[in-house]
């Protein structure tokens, strides 16, 4: 539903969501198939806890709660095959055509269409920005200000001067490496801004939210109908 809606990426968290392999891999086939990308957030610890949902068809792999620029570079490893890594081949799964795509084929056109973003979300983070933004491999800065203003100590000042600096110093690095720099704005005006810092990737909404809308405006136009009847 959320592919025909016409949205590019559908992000699925499995940092904060554990959801049973057989449906991970539902949804994602149900994403190719709408012609939508899925971006998973996961904390990999080794190859195998990525190689399964890129072979499944995933596009784009989150890493969250960076902080150091060796962690990114691994994953980046864990993600691309040689030269550019050192993913692991299993060329008998959804992104190979159930196996008929040639290996060589395969091996670049993975290389060339799978995404990395690093999230930029606590404050150990900040002082790489720059060289995070230039490694090879990786496609995003993904600012996470919730967790950045909850690590700095500024829970709901979301314009406070220390996180505006946070996404005018991400914008910018991506901007000089060729990267996309990424970030939640459901706010039109607030991603006109944005982009140009260098914003090009936005989380719009999410589908809490749009359920949360649709059941407070079902029960609000139940509620006003039965005050009328009295």
Known sequence: MIG??????????????????????????????????????VKPENHTDLSY??????RGIM?????EVKEVELVVEMMKFPPLGRRGLDPIHADTDLGTASLEEYMRHENDNTFLVAQIETPE??????????IKGVDMLFVGLGDMAANMGLIGQMGHPKLQEVIERTGEACLR???????????????????ELGY????????????????????????????KRG
């Open 177 to 195: 490496y060729g990267k996309s720099a990424a970030i939640i704005c459901s706010d039109p005006a607030e991603r006109d801004r944005l982009w």
């Open 200 to 227: 090009r990737f936005f989380n719009v909404v999410s589908d809490f939210r749009l359920l949360r809308q649709g059941f407070d405006a079902s029960i609000g136009s139940a509620r006003d109908w039965a005050d």
């Open 125 to 134: 983070a900040v002082p790489h920005i720059e060289t995070i933004a230039a």
């Open 4 to 41: 025909r809606a016409g949205f590019d990426c559908v992000w699925i968290c499995l940092e904060h969501r554990k959801i049973d392999p057989a449906v991970l891999q539902s949804l994602i086939l149900s994403a190719r198939v709408s012609g939508c990308d899925c971006l998973i957030r």
């Open 63 to 67: 890493l969250p709660q960076v902080r």
């Open 53 to 58: 949902l890129l072979e499944a068809g995933a």
